[in-house]
């Protein structure tokens, strides 16, 4: 039994990845996942934040969605005075997930801000930002390595997200919206390129989930995972 | 070996919750757990929010931290003229939670915001809101009984959740904050009294974790969390 | 001719006053008097603002009610995106107030932010903060000379503040929620040890008073403000 | 002994009135008193806000500084994303003053809104505010009877305000920037021409003050506030 | 004396325009102008402001550049908690031109948002989301026609704009950013296919120029919207 | 044919300049212009912003109207926690048009704001504020050199602003607000004493119009500025 998009229920969408879409960020990527369209932007600053111990860097991101992403057109963020709380939920996700790929030390006293905005949104806008964002800071990071600014890469892995859920009792992989609409449980992995877990968010707002079906959703993840990293090391060794 | 204050690896701190605390809530406590405090009050509204189908109800939350909670005062969010992301990411988790223990269509069209005020914060304060707000919000519900507003009651089952983690290579359950702030892993669970999980969130900032870790997080978890609704049945039934 | 809850005209309500309920602030109170319940917190910070004169310290405060503080759940103010006029208003008269109870030159180059958080509002919440909040305040100074940072306590004498006001042609001392719902005139003073005005608010929403009822009205208080500082010593001295 | 300005101790500043500055508003008159200019805007909106009572009408009143009212230039309230606290304070207390002045069930379903904003500031903005803004309200409503929209005013008496202080403790009247700057002690009354109180403000920043000086205060104000009355009822009645 | 990039004075850079880049929005296009990326998407929505006389429409254009769009990355709006000024002034600008393009009575009560936000910007975004933006709008309203939502094609010409400036005393049609930023002069037009002027804006920030030149960079601008217009007419009818 | 108000289409407004309106303002004039009454004030920073180059100044411009300054009351910019995007573009246009008249180096390290205050608004608001905000900006340039703050005047010529407009196929110099509503077509000019553009916008919102309308409204203008400067001299050498 298929999926309405005739894939297997353990098939990645098709990806399809333009590294240095934006030509004046020290590292970027348009990531186009299916319908979901996202625009990765790292940009360097050259100044740590007030919390990070002296002689290290941060990474963090920034997440919005542009207002005609989604079916209907949202009022922009601005027009409301606030960040979308679910902005705000994501954007703190992506940026916990980057920093699990990057050693602080060796980026020394500098700040790279990734940029995540969804140009269209079809589900798995967090996780194709978590993957694409990955990816503009590897390329960033290249390019301080290329200047001399950085003579050590502060890179020390690769960091890829999926998700997975339960629509109609059967556990699939990479939900597109219309399939993430109807899902009762939802879940989110971010593994890096050892299959350790970095970020894991379940949640079963339709129905709970048992143990066993969160270990066969974080499988499912895996696999996912595993296939994303491929495709970013295609993209960064090409 | 002892954690430092003298608990066993699996073991809750104390928790002592009073029931109506704040007098004008339809359902209130005050939780304190461990040197955490969060005054949890379910306020009822004879209206629900226009995203919800018509004849059913809606239950939502707020969470927010006085700026004294902490060993270091907080500006309040007001004064910033924005809610703390990390506040906006923790009530979203709390509404998701506690709505998955209530018939939203027997709840009929009324909401009820469960607001979660942390007097005093020493780690654990989301799912102590959590544990907490299911007690305010059942006993808002009992009183809607009582009064006749309601005629059946839309609590379908218990709700709490716990934290565990992974701290000097050791799996805790239920960090305190000098546990929490030298954690590796962190994870959040919210159950049901079934032992299905709601919400499930893990993170590693230190380090990554494996697929075991974090299946042995989830066991820890487990077991507090049906600790936790027992503790739970005791106030309502007592 | 009693009051409805069986109070002489010039008698205050119950006060409870537990001292250190807030763990981490340098000094704090939860205050109940009658059913009004305010946690007070003061913060200190090694640093003054700038409109201070070189070598002087700043006494500052802040003031909010919970959203589920009344009889109906209030907005939270930063939903709003603006702090309650109201709360300004009185935030501002409780800085004033304790300032009067500091020599600033002897607090030294330090902020204390006296918190004041109304949990529970039942008529009274500003005068309540004033007098929980220099207890707080006196704390705060206690532990900063048991520290050894002062060595002179910036603390110069007792502040204290109550309302009075007239309701049914009847001049009442201590308002409760009931009775000041029903005020024609309400009037707040604070004082201090030897029976010196500091503050003084009246308004004749009402009706307006004449000279004589604000004489009347300043006596009882004054009345009311010798018991309260008897109970504040109370509390320093046990 | 006289004052910098050559003032008898109990003797207001000249005061200039001119009605009608502001062609467009239901009523208006620029305040000029001493070195104080405020214009007092009336505005008449056919609506009643939610809180009043079905057939009342409602009076309210906004109060705001332009930028260089002062000696020093000020940021405007919108640069800064809120209103100066001062200025919520004195806006509410110009609104209680304003409608001790009207009948409520005689203005009928209708707001209006008094703006009071200060071109130009050196002491006593706060009660030009009242006094100014009263002959403002008042012109509109004399304006809605001409035009038939009322058939009975609700203006029910006069209203204006003063303030007194203590300056190298000598009780003066009516202070102007340079004494408020270094007064002890500030009082404000707003009262009506029965010569009752409808609204005290008394502080005491620089040292606290008896109750036998803040009575003197408020007689020192009475007086002031009868000159005041009789100005007024020259503007309405010449 | 050709310029940096090659091209005469009156000539345009290279345009290359992606009809349907946004698939969700009822008209979208992508305007790739020279280094300069826009992202223009209308969205209609079954009800008109409060302004608009009964029976009529309205179309209304939303302008933001993304963090990154520049040489150097820019803080969000919403961070700041304000429209940039510039954003306001250019969306204002954007929504007369437009405007000028539609019979509002035609369009019925009905909304159209034109969204026009800034992927890379070059020099000359305004003019590219009038250009980009006159497409998405003249594609929605095709789609409504398609749909029979609307009889009557509401689009009753072209509209398009171009920048022309004064550079080292040259005077040169469509400037990118390099020129733009050593510009003396600026002058942006919007025009119709009549060669009709519908908006204008000059500004001499380096030095003022003359009525002559003024003249001279409005015909240079005529003869780039008129290639401006073909390219359109090729869009919409290829 | 002559207009509504009697005048001659190319006749200005009757204009009165109070100089020193606000004395606490290094530099102010209020500006009554027909019914249009502007109070701009100067003051003087003794800091440059961070974008000027070392050594220069900054001149800059804010841009409001008092709530009452219209036909129907307008809520409060800090009511709506946003800058009025109109205002926001005016005051842009304002800052560019009195920088073109100073030397920023002969300035110095300091910054010039000028706030120009609508307190009725009756038509040609910005051009007013360019006008009387080169008075204000002139008479404090004048006071710093009195006080050999400065020992060069910093102004290099004058600038003024007028619009112009089509009504009714007839071109009109200067419209009152009661034509500006009726204009097809709105154009501004803000102009040095040599005659040359400095600003230049253009609009037509009822029906484009032809570059030969464009230039008669810009030579409308040119004759209305020339009598603008005539009466600037004369305020400033009187």
Known sequence: MTRQDGRAFDELRGIRITPGFAEFA??????????????????VEERAP?????????????????????RERS????????????????????????RAAVDLKALGERTITVDCDVLQGDGGTRTASV????????????????????????????VAGVSAGIVDD????????AEDSRAMVDLNCVMNDRGELIELQGT???????????????????????????LQKNVLHS
Chains 1, 2, 3, 4, 5, 6 share one sequence.
């Not at 059967?170 to 919206?177: A, E, K, W």
Request: glycine residues 12%.
């Open 50 to 70: 007030h919390h990070v111990p002296g002689g290290e860097g941060w990474v963090t991101a920034e997440y919005a969605m542009l207002p005609r992403a989604n």
């Open 204 to 230: 079963g707002e339709g129905r709970p989930f048992t143990v066993d079906e969160q270990q066969s959703l974080v499988r499912l993840c895996a696999k996912g995972i595993g296939a994303l990293i491929e």
């Open 26 to 43: 020290e590292g970027s990527v348009l990531i186009e996942w299916g319908g979901t369209k996202v625009l990765c932007c790292a940009s």
């Open 75 to 98: 009022r922009r963020d601005v027009s409301k005075l606030k960040l979308a709380p679910r902005s705000a939920e994501i954007q703190r996700l992506i940026g916990r997930s980057l």
């Open 131 to 158: 993957t694409g964002g990955y990816l503009a800071l590897a390329l960033a990071c290249r390019k301080l390595l290329a200047e001399g600014v950085l003579h050590r890469d502060p890179i020390v892995g690769y």
């Open 170 to 177: 059967r556990l699939l992989l990479d939900l597109c919206y």
